[in-house]
C-alpha cells in the first residue's frame, strides 16, 4: 500500500505538471499569424480614383475584361495569436495558421517589416515592368510605366502587373484584349527575365478571386497541389512557370483551345 500511495502521488503531480504545461500553452503567443482571403485589384483599372497602370511614351490601348490581382490579409505581425486562434483557424475554409515567418519578414519592428514589406514590392513592380517590356521588344528608355496600389506589400503581384503593363500597350498583338474579356485573376512573383515564381497564401487566394467574380485563376506550377485542394467551384487553374507561358495559355483560352493544367 505504502508504494501504491507513492505511485498515485507522482502521477498527480505528473497531471498537475501537464495540465499547468497545457494552460501556460494555450495562452502563450505563438509564432503565427491568422491570414484570410484579403482583397483583389484590377490591374486594368482604377482604385480609389487611380489607375493601378500608367503608361506613357507609346500609345495605350483601351481594354475589356479584368486581370485581377488577390491578396491576403492577416494579423499584425505584432498580434498575440493563440493556440485557441490556431485552432479555430485549422476549421474554417476562410481561415488559415501560416508561421508568422512565412508572412512577414522575420527579426523586425512592425515599421521595419512595412519598410520591407514596401521594398519588395516596389521590387517587385520593377521586375514586372522590366519583363513586360522585353516581353515586347520596348526599350524602358522610350517607354515609362508607372504602377500605383495601396495598401498592398510583398511580390506576388509581379505576374499580373506584367501582364496588365502588355495588355494596355500591346493586347494580344492582334487588336484584341489578352482576357477575351474575362475576369481572370492569379498570382505569382516575377523577375526581370520573366520567370514566375511561388507565392504561399494560394487556396485563400482563390476564394478572394471566385468571390470578385474571376473564373480563371493563373498559378504558379509549383503551387498546383495546393491550388487544387481547395478550389473554389467555377473556377479554373491554369499552371504557369514564364511570362511567355501565361501569354501563351491565355492565347490558347481566347482560342477555345486547351489549356495548361494542374
Known sequence: MPNLSRRSVVLSVCAAVVA??????????????????????????????????????????TTSGQLRLVTIQATAPNASVHFSDVWRAWFKKNEAAMPRDAVYPSGGSVQQIEKANLKEMTQSQNDATSAALKQMGLSPSQVHVTLRLADVGGPSAGLLFSLGIIDKIDGDGHGGDLTGGRNIAGTGTIDASGKVGAVGGVPLKEQAARRDGATIFLVPRDECSDAKAELPSGMRLIPVTTLTGALSALSALRAGQATPAC
Open 20 to 61: 499547468a504545461l497545457l494552460a501556460v500553452a494555450a495562452f502563450a503567443p505563438l509564432p503565427f499569424a491568422i491570414v484570410e482571403p484579403g482583397l483583389t485589384a484590377n490591374v486594368l483599372g482604377a482604385e480609389s480614383g487611380t489607375q493601378v497602370i500608367t503608361v506613357t511614351g507609346v500609345p495605350v490601348r
